[in-house]
Nanobody, 121 residues
Framework: QVQLVESGGGLVQAGGSLRLSCAAS????????MGWYRQFPGKQRELVAR???????YIADSVKGRFTISRDNAKNTVYLQMNSLKPEDTALYYC???????????????WGQGTQVTVSS
């Protein structure tokens, strides 16, 4: 059973930094992508950053230049480094693992429990 455990959230002042960690059961290399999503109250979850097996990354425009995503395959952990935080970054952040079966087209998504990030002004 796939389990993802996030940590590192908390309260920080605007302009500060936080590093979120996502520890996965098993090898993160078994997933096509690992990513971070965030959810604001009353809104759908949105993609923040994603990293593929080959190391390619995607960063959402809203956080580009401030957030970076990285992997440590030896530790089966994905990180989200958040710098220059703004109050608008306040949200519940979720770790996501995605797997796609090429031949069948079936896709699987696994989610962590979420970690709260609150940025004060």
């Amino acid at each position: 059973q796939v389990q993802l455990v996030e940590s590192g959230g908390g309260l920080v002042q605007a302009g500060g930094s936080l590093r979120l960690s996502c520890a996965a059961s098993g090898s993160i290399s078994s997933f096509n992508t690992m990513g971070w999503y965030r959810q604001f109250p009353g809104k759908q979850r949105e993609l923040v950053a994603r990293v593929g097996r080959g190391g390619t990354t995607y960063i959402a425009d809203s956080v580009k230049g401030r957030f970076t995503i990285s992997r440590d395959n030896a530790k089966n952990t994905v990180y989200l480094q958040m710098n220059s935080l703004k109050p608008e970054d306040t949200a519940l952040y979720y770790c996501n693992a995605h797997r796609q079966m090429t031949l069948t087209g079936l896709e699987y998504d696994y989610w962590g429990q979420g970690t709260q990030v609150t940025v004060s002004s």
